[in-house]
């Protein structure tokens, strides 16, 4: 009779917890690991915060930017060479000043505003995006900085492209931010991909 019992209660048991396998697998079928959430997270956030450096200089070529662009590396480098059109705030300066000076410019303008400072792998540009943030001010980030940008537009640039620009005329010297020069010719496609998933 003991023997019985014991056998009963372990088909019991067994039961139960074959049951609850697969109810749990049932539940979770279809459910992202978390490693496919924070994949998903990181290109939900990639896309939302970052801005080509192509479609910056093409938005340039047609003599306008849909972005308020704003250098944050020290004004001296800044005056030595900057992207045409971007303003700088000094993120060498007092934290407090720099969060006020991205508050008025949010005040005074209706489009987003985009950052970049020295390089791609610059931690500057993601931290005054990050202090901004922790302050409800939201911006995007280029995803090359100024060297990148002089130096080596080839790197960011389509291969059919070379010679269609001069890298000169997409930068300024001095503490005035400066005018795009339209250049239409230079609006070549480069990216094969059109639409929503353009490059």
């Not at 192509?54 to 030595?80: K, W």
Request: net charge negative.
């Amino acid at each position: 009779m003991k023997s019985q019992t014991t056998t009963i209660i372990t088909s019991c048991i067994i039961s139960v917890a074959l049951t609850l396998g697969i109810l749990f697998t049932i539940h979770h079928m279809g459910q992202p690991t978390v490693e496919e959430k924070q994949i998903a997270s990181y290109y939900a956030n990639s896309v939302a915060t970052l801005k080509s450096p192509h479609s910056l200089r093409r938005e340039m070529d047609r003599g306008y930017h849909d972005f308020v662009v704003v250098d944050t590396r020290a004004q001296s480098d800044y005056e030595n060479g900057h992207i045409t059109g971007a303003i700088n705030i000094d993120s060498d300066q007092d934290i407090d000043l720099v969060v006020q000076a991205f508050q008025e410019l949010v005040k005074s303008t209706d489009k987003p505003i985009l950052i970049y400072c020295y390089s791609a792998s610059c931690m500057n540009g993601r931290k005054v995006g990050n202090l901004l943030a922790q302050n409800g001010i939201y911006v995007h980030e280029l995803t090359i900085g100024y060297n990148e940008w002089e130096f080596h537009p080839e790197t960011w640039n389509y291969p059919q492209e070379a010679g269609t620009y001069d890298i000169d005329d997409y930068i300024s010297r001095g503490s005035a931010p400066g005018e795009p020069i339209t250049n239409l010719e230079s609006l070549s496609d480069g990216c094969g991909v059109e639409g929503e998933l353009s490059c």
